[in-house]
């Protein structure tokens, strides 16, 4: 069974940076791992798509985040990144890690996309 686990967040103050990773495990196939992506809920919001990234390394970004945030992933550590620049007070959020396997769903900023999902570390930013 593939597991995700997030690291890398905490608290920074507004024009901040920060990066989190999130290392993959029990995968059998690269393929396993093909569509993986970033999510974030905050308090009394629904859980939304940050940024996806497929094994050819295509992207897609949330508007609300583009220019400032970099997903990146390394297909032979299997680690999955966000870089996270000009961090704002509403970027503050639980944020999730996912994977979706190949041919599990079209790979994109949609919950419906992933399969594997990681517990979340928090990131606050305060102004």
């Known amino acids: 069974q593939v597991q995700v686990v997030e690291s890398g967040g905490g608290s920074v103050q507004a024009g901040g940076s920060l990066r989190l990773s999130c290392a993959a495990s029990?995968?059998?196939?690269?393929?396993?791992?093909?569509?993986m992506g970033w999510f974030r809920q905050a308090p009394g919001k629904e859980r939304e798509g940050v940024a996806n990234?497929?094994?050819?390394?295509?992207?897609s970004y949330a508007d609300s985040v583009k220019g400032r945030f970099t997903i990146s992933k390394d297909n032979v550590k299997k680690i999955l990144y966000l870089q996270m620049n000009s961090l704002k007070p509403e970027d503050t959020a639980r944020y999730y890690c996912a994977a979706g396997p190949y041919g599990w769903q079209s790979c994109a900023r949609t919950q419906s996309a992933f399969r594997y999902w990681g517990q979340g570390t928090q990131v606050t930013v305060s102004s």
């Open positions: 029990g995968y059998t196939y690269s393929t396993d791992l093909y569509c």
């Open positions: 990234i497929t094994n050819f390394g295509t992207t």
